[in-house]
């Protein structure tokens, strides 16, 4: 299983797009009143739903960083010539056709979206606290 991320627009995608089984798509409050980002997340949702790929809010890019292991504590001394953080607004899950390999976590994921989907939550939300 590998994450990709898709951001502005640009797919940054190494392998077959097709192998697309999940599609994080992080937002924070301040993020709820970016027109243009909401924009994006709707033609996203679109593509995700014509092309049966499971889609999942998160409340919390920041901690979503954090959990992928994306983002370090940053002190004041490192944050100064530090990059940017990488843009976690839409993120990828792929799964290769040729693995017969299961992740139970990634299956309890999609059973999750399967079934918000059911009682007509397109796109369910989970709502990642800080620590």
């Not at 502005?8 to 797009?17: F, I, L, R, V």
């Not at 924070?28 to 993020?31: R, S, V």
């Not at 679109?46 to 499971?54: K, R, S």
């Not at 940053?74 to 944050?79: K, L, V």
């Given at each position: 299983m590998t994450?990709?991320?898709f951001s502005?627009?640009?797919?940054?995608?190494?392998?077959?797009?097709d192998?697309?089984?999940?599609?994080?798509l992080?937002a924070?409050?301040?993020?709820d009143?970016?027109?243009?980002?909401q924009?994006?997340?709707?033609?996203?949702?679109?593509?995700?739903?014509?092309?049966?790929?499971?889609?999942?809010?998160?409340?919390?890019?920041?901690?979503?960083?954090e959990?992928?292991?994306l983002?370090?504590?940053?002190?004041?001394?490192?944050?100064?010539?530090?990059e940017?953080?990488p843009?976690?607004h839409?993120?990828?899950?792929?799964?290769?056709?040729?693995?017969?390999?299961?992740?139970?976590?990634?299956?309890q994921l999609?059973?999750?979206?399967?079934?918000?989907?059911?009682?007509?939550?397109?796109?369910p939300?989970?709502?990642?606290?800080?620590?």
């Open positions: 994450l990709e991320e502005a627009g640009e797919q940054k995608t190494e392998s077959d797009p192998n697309v089984v999940l599609c994080l992080a924070d409050e301040d993020d009143r970016d027109v243009a980002l924009i994006h997340f709707t033609l996203i949702q679109a593509f995700c739903c014509e092309n049966d790929i499971n889609i999942l809010r998160v409340s919390n890019p920041g901690r979503l960083a959990l992928l292991l983002e370090t504590d940053a002190s004041p001394a490192s944050s100064e010539g530090a940017q953080p843009d976690l839409c993120v990828l899950v792929t799964n290769p056709h040729s693995s017969q390999w299961k992740d139970p976590a990634l299956s999609i059973c999750f979206c399967r079934e918000s989907r059911y009682m007509d939550q397109w796109v939300v989970i709502n990642l606290p800080e620590r």
